[in-house]
């Protein structure tokens, strides 16, 4: 038995002075659109949602500056950054501690980010998500002038230059 092709009558252009139809096959059809709108979908996508977590209030300086400087290629990339903050036992006394790091991470990424919600405590964590701000430019891509070395984006200072002075 020979298999037997659906042949429809498909309005193709409703909104055309006359309506364009043609003579195809109505499922085929409809997947290649739907195969369309997938591919426009994904690539029109803004960016996703990245997630960096602090195990506890109790982390180090560098440690902090680590993540931060992450957070910061993620927002230049057209991500949106979670930081979550989980606090431990008797951690939850003391949300303050919580609150001090989540402002420390704003200060440092208030060139590349806009706030979208604000450090928020939802049981025992904290969340805040950071959006790319996109008004910036090209002032968040500038590099500070001098020699780059060893530990740039680790947010370590460059040593200072000894200079003789003349006699």
Request: charged letters at 35%.
């Amino acid at each position: 038995m020979a298999r037997e092709v659906g042949m429809d009558l498909v309005e193709v252009a409703p909104t055309a002075r006359p309506p364009v139809c043609r003579i195809m096959d109505y499922g085929k059809w409809r997947y290649q659109q739907q195969k369309k709108e997938d591919k426009s979908r994904a690539s029109s996508r803004a960016g996703q949602l990245k997630e960096l977590k602090f195990k506890t209030v109790k982390i180090g300086d560098h440690d902090l500056m680590i993540k931060i400087n992450r957070a910061r290629d993620f927002l230049k990339e057209g991500n949106k950054v979670q930081f979550t903050l989980q606090f431990r036992g008797r951690e939850m006394a003391h949300i303050e501690l919580g609150r001090d790091i989540m402002k420390k991470v704003k200060d440092e990424l208030v060139l590349v980010s806009k706030i979208e919600r604000d450090a928020k405590m939802e049981g025992r964590r904290m969340t805040l998500v950071l959006q790319p701000d996109h008004k910036t430019g090209t002032a968040t891509t500038a590099k500070p002038a001098g020699p780059s070395g060893a530990g740039e984006r680790l947010n370590i200072p460059a040593r200072p230059v000894a200079v003789a002075v003349g006699s």
